[in-house]
């Protein structure tokens, strides 16, 4: 059965510091990867997403995620945190047929 | 704003009885699935739904069960309630056979005392 794994269930940095939030999935087929974000009081949202091709995905805010076959990881980072950017993060892995699995999440707490 | 909308946005019931969840999917959209976050987790998959009819299931017992109607809009069901059933429920809507992205909708809270 497929799973997602994420290291850190609480992260605490202050602005400007650099941010990794750990990833990893068991799937051993063909996999689409996502980080969804959840602002306090706001929805889930897309960050990023990687279904193919360079395994360097760029998304919103500044965030990027580097997919790593032979880890099975694919991690989160943020060369640097704005107050803005706490948050609770949740990795996903999803195959072809719409269903996704996600992690238990992180909640990133930046300080100002 | 992404378009997806669900009603109630909190619910309050005792255990035992039977709620319903609506959530009406983004403009285009003909796939709906739901997902159950319990506090401190991220969320689970319960089903989807695919021109009305159920296209897959996660984990949950029978006593949670869905609809989907022509106007992609949907349901989800849930009877004989427990304490552990209190959740944000999401629903995400999408548009199945293009490479995919799901679409969330604020949830709904429930809360069984």
């Known amino acids: 059965a497929q799973s997602v794994s994420q290291h850190n269930h609480h992260v605490i940095l202050s602005e400007a510091a650099s941010l990794e939030l750990g990833c990893n999935y068991s799937?051993?087929?063909?996999?689409?990867l996502f980080w969804y974000v959840q602002y306090p009081g706001q929805h889930l949202q897309l960050l990023l997403k990687y279904f193919s091709g360079d395994p360097l995905v760029k998304g919103i805010k500044g965030f990027e995620a580097e997919f790593i076959k032979s880890k099975f990881s694919f991690n989160l980072r943020k060369p640097s945190v704005q107050w803005s950017d706490t948050a609770e993060y949740f990795c996903?892995?999803?195959?072809?047929?719409?269903?996704?699995?996600f992690g238990k999440g992180t909640r990133l707490h930046i300080l100002p | 704003e992404t378009g997806v909308t669900q009603s109630p946005t909190h619910l309050i019931k005792t255990r035992g009885q039977q709620v319903t969840l609506r959530c009406s999917s983004q403009s285009g959209h003909n796939t709906v699935s739901w997902y159950q976050q319990a506090l401190g987790q991220g969320p689970q998959f319960i089903f989807q739904y695919y021109r009305e009819e159920e296209n897959g299931r996660g984990n949950f017992p029978p006593r949670f069960s869905g609809l989907q109607f022509p106007n992609y809009s949907s349901e989800l069901n849930v009877n004989a309630l427990e304490l552990d059933d209190s959740a944000l429920y999401l629903c995400?809507?999408?548009?199945?056979?293009?490479?995919?992205?799901?679409?969330f909708g604020p949830g709904t809270r429930l809360t069984v005392t």
């Open positions: 996903a892995v999803g195959n072809r047929d719409d269903k996704i699995i």
């Open positions: 799937y051993g087929g063909t996999v689409n």
């Open positions: 995400a809507s999408s548009l199945s056979g293009v490479i995919y992205e799901q679409y």
